[in-house]
């Protein structure tokens, strides 16, 4: 993705009251983050340690997404619905995420289990196995990445739309 700056971001969030979008706290270090490996922006808060942030591109424009991790225990096989990763390199939560506009006023929440840490990007561009000789391992692994952007722009379009 594209790099943003601190400004960009905050200005992203959908899902946030004025007040809990001027408390977020952004990565320690914008200029460090490796952006052309990054399908979405993904970090969690370092004081509200239950919490996350999710900014992605969707339809031309930035969508941040403040997520809750919640006491649901996942299965116990979790796998990430959106890098679909079977390995488990890391840990993966639930998150409840609170719906745009009305609907979240109400309290309508999205719950979805992810990367605890959104490692979600890293996990897809490792390069698959061999399944079979002659398997093409580069567009596997370039379908992985396209995978993971749809279901990322899926779960924020939910968010954004209420559907
Ligand atoms: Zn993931």
Redesign the pocket.
């Known amino acids: 993705m594209l790099p943003l700056t601190e400004t960009l971001i905050r200005a992203s969030f959908i899902n946030a009251t004025r007040s809990e979008r001027g408390n977020v706290l952004l990565p320690a270090d914008l200029d460090r983050i490796p952006w052309d490996r990054l399908d979405f922006l993904g970090w969690r808060d370092r004081k509200l340690t239950r919490v996350g942030y999710v900014v992605t591109e969707l339809d031309g424009a930035l969508v941040g997404l403040i997520m809750r991790e919640s006491d649901t225990r996942a299965r116990s096989r979790p796998q990430?619905?959106?890098?679909?990763?079977v390995e488990l390199p890391?840990d993966?939560v639930m998150f409840s995420t609170k719906r745009a506009g009305d609907a979240g006023r109400r309290g309508d929440t999205v719950g979805t289990l992810?990367?605890a840490n959104?490692?979600?990007s890293r996990?897809v561009r490792r390069l698959p196995p061999l399944a079979y000789v002659g398997f093409d391992r580069d567009a596997a692994r370039d379908r992985r990445i396209e995978t993971?952007r749809e279901n990322v722009r899926g779960f924020a379009r939910a968010i954004r739309d209420g559907v």
């Open positions: 990430c619905v959106w890098c679909n990763d890391n993966v992810v990367c959104f490692e979600c996990n993971l």
